[in-house]
Every structure is written in C-alpha cells, then in structure tokens.
C-alpha cells in the first residue's frame, strides 16, 4: 500500500479564488508556484490528488463538461514543469443538497483513500479553508493550512476560537512553502513558515 501521497483542495491552494467559482477554462488561473510546487512533490516520487467541492455543477453555473476542460487546462500547463495529478475527486453538490461528498464531510477523501488504495493516517491534507481541515481530519488524514485563498482568514479563525481543534495544525505561506517543508522532513515542526505569501 503506497501512502507516499498528498491531497490537495483546488480553489485557493492551486489556483487564486474566485467570487462565485472559477466557471470557465479562461478564469482557471494558477497561484504563483503552486504548479513548480506539485512538479516538486512528483519528483520526490508523491502521487498528488485533488478533492474540491464544486457546487456551481449542482447551481447551475457550468457543467460537468466545462469542469473537465478547466482540469484540462491544470493538466496541460502541470506537464511542461514535469508534474502530474494522479486523480481529481469533485463534489457537485449543493451545500442544501446534504450529500455525504461535500467538504466539511469525509466522502470525497474516503472515496479517494478507496479508490487510490491507501491509509489516509499518514497523508497529508492541503486545503485554505476550515472545511477543507474538518473533512480530512474527519477521513483520519493530516489536515494541513495554507494561507493563500481564504487561509489568512481561516488561521485567524482556528487561532481565535477556542473550540478549534486545529489551533496547532501545520500552516505555511503557500503550496511552495509546504512542499519545500515536506520534502525538508519539517513540515509538521513548520508554524506558518517564511515564505512569501502570494495570492
């Protein structure tokens, strides 16, 4: 069983948010080094996966045929530096729908532990936001922070409540700066480390 692995959310952690999601190939645009940093991460030989909600397919906005084609582009501009996404999971749904895919809950990633054959336990989890940490936690995965996207606003979140389990969770700058961490051997000792923060 290969848990040489890293689950990454999409929106906010690969590409820069957008207001009502990224609706069309065109709006698709990558942060500053997250695409160099998964390239990183499959030349130390991790499978990298990506599980996102996109409930604009439930909503309406755009289909499951202009979602693949944004993939598509991630795809196609991921190659040139030598990275690859092993596998994609998509929750479509609204958050009314009250399916069991949807982040904060834990099915897209125990569907990908499934399907991919591995123990979540010792997979890192890369995500911007407070469901992204609650669905891999919940899937027994090693929720990690980033503040691209919404983290700055979700590392205040974590830090001010005092209910919050992840106060101590592992948080960096970027994707960049957890994968230079990571491959170091120092990432779970990392508390928001110094890379510069680029949205």
Not at 21 to 26: C, E, K, N, R
Request: net charge positive.
């Amino acid at each position: 069983m290969n848990n040489r692995l890293v689950i990454l959310d999409r929106d906010g952690v690969i590409n820069r948010l957008r207001p009502r999601g990224v609706a069309d190939p065109a709006e698709w645009q990558a942060l500053p080094g997250s695409l160099d940093a998964i390239a990183q991460l499959c030349r130390a030989d991790y499978r990298v996966a990506v599980v996102t909600n996109q409930s604009g397919i439930g909503a309406g906005r755009y289909s499951i045929n202009t979602l693949n084609r944004i993939h598509r582009k991630m795809l196609d501009e991921l190659q040139p530096r030598g990275g690859a996404i092993s596998a994609v999971f998509f929750c479509p749904h609204t958050a009314e729908a009250g399916c069991a895919c949807r982040k904060p809950k834990p099915g897209l990633f125990l569907e990908l532990a499934e399907r991919l054959r591995c123990n979540l336990r010792e997979v890192y989890a890369v995500g911007d936001s407070l469901r992204d940490l609650q669905a891999a936690a919940r899937a027994g995965a090693r929720p990690v922070l980033v503040k691209t996207g919404n983290g700055k606003k979700t590392a205040t979140q974590i830090r001010t409540d005092p209910a919050a389990q992840f106060a101590n969770v592992p948080t960096h700058q970027n994707l960049a700066a957890f994968a230079n961490a990571l491959l170091s051997g120092d990432n779970d000792n990392n508390r928001d480390g110094g890379a510069r923060d680029e949205r």
